[in-house]
């Protein structure tokens, strides 16, 4: 497939095939923003707001802070917090001491947390104060680098009179017990100057975020993601997404300034969350409303819909499991979301029957895209407009952007337009690589043309008009509500149960999260274990989204001849069954 097959008649008029103008330090949006637009609202949480020049203000803070504490251009600094107001002024704060913001899952257990922050070498980590958080994060330090925790309290950020309520009446997360070795957030920004280290970034080679994925298979990697990588990424997103911002006017490209509002629901942790809610919302000055919980309220998913309806979000970046609970929400026809003017959604297929009942309840236009943590992530999408879209598929390449097909048996070769290969990507989003991981760097890339693709282990085809189609994953990765969720490193977890001897665990669709994760068990002999024992177990040792919903004890699980668990058999059982 030849760079002309994207100049189909049908990419979307007005966008450009390159983008340039994207090499420069990831901070460089909050700066323009806090220049140009000062008083405009960045930050909203709980009804109180934080303008650019204030989040500016505090990044410098944080910034002069970690050069004080020794940290380097280069070190590694944690950032494990939900989506809260002081994510953003952290995560540029860490950039502008020249330093790594290695993002953590919040719903991390202390085991997971351990591996991330021994793996990067990190030095520093913020958390929450929260009962859950904190004691995680005590946990996890052991045996790293770590030796300073900085507490993020949520008090502050709130209004005046809810911060003093909930004082009041307890009602603000704190940790129950704190080292009085470990830090504040508040005293380190009050005690601090907005002198941030005089540094030099070089966007295209310097590692800005590290966000940890097993690719394809096997345990959480450090994917090194530079400053350019998700420059590149803004940019090129607010080029490609158009839409109408007025009655009668032609699509036009995001306006900056104070028109647009993003709905922060995607954890900012991820590379999805990251690029298309919070830089995305920096760069254009606009402001990002901090939803650290969508699933909260009764029933579930009630407050999101009333944070849409009382701070008018324009662009909510989301994956298919929100879109499917906004739709079939019993109470959705009491709310407001005429504000919407446009969805990103990513991380799994969109049924076409849910984006057709959302769009018709919300007046909104939902745009599908495909990329990876690894691509930081966006590589491809759908037009933003009706006639030119093909729900189902993940439209073209972003532009600046390459993507071929390949020969799953010879990455060397490209499959003919049609036929289904390895989908490889190749652009200035693509990853610097592995940390300190050169067998993985040299499985996952391949140089054709003169230019380094990035395998994705996922299997597609290009149909006649130029649109791309994923049809299948090439290893067994489950996609659990758009997040990776990895058989092996949840059977390793299980296998450490003292009466488990063989485990597998596979993805069964589902449809309410695309795929639910099933662990089929073999018990040692003489053992016996409950669903309910392994389900305590799974609870206490890994992230909600990875846990076993499905459970099954066996006498035999199917191996190949040389020992090998065959997951696709029991996969394929269970579907037919």
Same mark, same amino acid.
């Given at each position: 497939? #030849?760079?002309?097959?994207?100049? #189909? ?41 934080? @303008? ?28 494990? &917090?939900?989506?809260? +107001? !002081?994510? =953003? ?53 052991? $045996? ?10 949520? *008090? ?20 129950? *017990? ?14 601090? !100057? ?36 998700? #420059? ?16 009668? *006017?032609? +699509?036009?490209?995001?306006? *900056? ?30 402001? &990002? ?41 019993? &109470? ?28 018709? %309840? ?7 895209? /495909? ?12 037009? #933003? ?13 972003? +532009? ?15 499959? =003919? ?33 003169? %230019? ?33 969720? /990895? ?8 296998? @450490? ?65 040389? $020992? ?14």
């Amino acid at each position: 497939m #030849t760079d002309s097959a994207w100049k #189909t008649p049908f990419w979307p008029e007005g966008v450009p095939h390159t983008i340039d103008g994207y090499e420069f330090p990831i901070f460089k949006f909050l700066d323009d923003s806090a220049k140009n637009y000062p008083d405009n609202t960045f930050t909203i949480f709980n009804g109180a707001s934080k @303008t650019y020049a204030q989040v500016k203000d505090t990044a410098d803070r944080v910034a002069n802070f970690l050069s004080g504490k020794g940290i380097k251009k280069g070190d590694k600094v944690a950032l494990f &917090l939900p989506n809260l +107001p !002081q994510f =953003p002024e952290i995560l540029f704060g860490i950039l502008k001491a020249g330093a790594v913001s290695v993002n953590c899952n919040p719903v991390y257990t202390a085991p997971e947390l351990h591996h991330q922050l021994k793996d990067s070498q990190s030095k520093i980590v913020f958390c929450m104060d929260h009962p859950l958080f904190y004691p995680n994060t005590v946990k996890a330090i052991e $045996g790293t680098d770590v030796d300073t925790i900085i507490l993020c309290n949520i *008090k502050s950020y709130l209004p005046k009179f809810k911060a003093f309520l909930g004082g009041l009446l307890g009602k603000i997360p704190k940790a129950d *017990k704190r080292d009085p070795r470990h830090l504040m957030f508040d005293d380190i920004v009050a005690q601090s !100057q907005p002198d941030p280290p005089d540094i030099t970034i070089n966007p295209k080679e310097d590692t800005a975020v590290m966000l940890y994925t097993a690719g394809t298979t096997g345990l959480p990697k450090g994917a090194e993601l530079t400053h350019a990588n998700f #420059t590149f990424d803004v940019l090129t997103v607010h080029t490609w997404a158009q839409f109408i911002h007025g009655d009668g *006017k032609k +699509p036009e490209q995001m306006y *900056k300034g104070d028109f647009h509002s993003f709905l922060g629901v995607l954890p900012w942790y991820h590379s999805f969350g990251i690029t298309s809610a919070l830089l995305l919302s920096s760069f254009l000055g606009a402001q &990002l409303i901090c939803i650290p919980d969508p699933r909260a309220g009764k029933p579930p998913f009630t407050e999101v819909l009333k944070a849409v309806q009382k701070y008018k979000p324009t662009f909510m970046p989301a994956v298919p499991t929100i879109f499917v609970a906004f739709a079939n929400h019993v &109470l959705l026809n009491n709310y407001d979301l005429s504000s919407l003017m446009g969805c990103f959604s990513g991380g799994a297929p969109l049924p076409p029957e849910v984006c057709k009942q959302f769009e018709e %309840k919300t007046g909104s236009i939902i745009f599908e895209a /495909y990329g990876l943590t690894e691509t930081a992530p966006a590589a491809s999408g759908n037009p #933003t407009f009706k006639e030119t879209r093909k729900i189902g598929s993940i439209g073209f390449p972003f +532009p600046g952007t390459d993507i071929k097909i390949l020969d799953m048996e010879d990455a060397t070769k490209e499959m =003919p337009q049609g036929e289904d290969g390895e989908i490889a990507i190749s652009g200035p989003q693509v990853m610097k690589g592995y940390w300190n991981r050169e067998d993985a760097n040299k499985e996952s890339f391949v140089n054709i043309d003169k %230019k380094r693709f990035f395998l994705t282990g996922d299997i597609g085809n290009i149909d006649k008009d130029g649109y791309i189609f994923i049809t299948d994953r090439k290893k067994d990765m489950i996609l659990v509500g758009g997040f990776n969720v /990895y058989p092996r490193e949840v059977e390793d977890i299980l296998y @450490t149960h003292p009466k488990v001897e063989l485990v597998a665990v596979v993805g069964i669709p589902d449809e309410k999260s695309g795929e639910t994760v099933k662990a089929f068990i073999k018990l040692k002999e003489g053992k016996t274990a409950t669903k309910e024992d392994i389900v305590a177990f799974s609870k206490e040792n890994m992230a909600g989204y990875k846990r076993p919903k499905l459970i099954e004890f066996r006498d035999e699980i199917p191996v190949s001849n040389v $020992g090998k668990v065959l997951r696709r058999v029991l996969r394929d059982e269970e579907i037919k069954g």
